[in-house]
């Protein structure tokens, strides 16, 4: 069975870094292409980064330079490391399994300013 679990997410204040972690399970991250998205409230989903096997990384421009997606293969998890955060990054934060577009519960991140 196809999961993913996130985990990591919190109270900052602006500025601050957080690093969100992925779980994956019944199947390889390292297969698989892998995506952050988040949902503000009241908004629609928002796609933030994505990891292809190869190592391909891409960003939304509202966190280029700041976010960085990652994922360890020996533990099949996926990361996404977040600095110098912003009120506006607010939101829950979710992983997807692209290819079977299964996606973890999300973790919520909330900025003070």
């Known amino acids: 069975q196809v999961q993913l679990v996130e985990s990591g997410g919190g109270l900052v204040q602006s500025g601050g870094s957080l690093r969100l972690t992925c779980a994956g399970s019944g199947f390889p991250v390292s297969d698989e292409i892998m995506t952050w998205h988040r949902q503000a409230r009241d908004k629609p989903p928002e796609w933030i980064a994505t990891l292809f096997p190869g190592g391909a990384t891409f960003y939304d421009d509202s966190v280029k330079g700041r976010f960085t997606i990652s994922r360890d293969d020996a533990k099949n998890t996926l990361y996404l490391q977040m600095n110098s955060l912003k009120p506006e990054d607010t939101a829950v934060y979710y992983c997807?399994?692209?290819?079977?577009?299964?996606w973890g519960q999300g973790t919520q991140v909330t900025v003070s300013s």
């Open positions: 997807q399994n692209h290819d079977s577009n299964t």
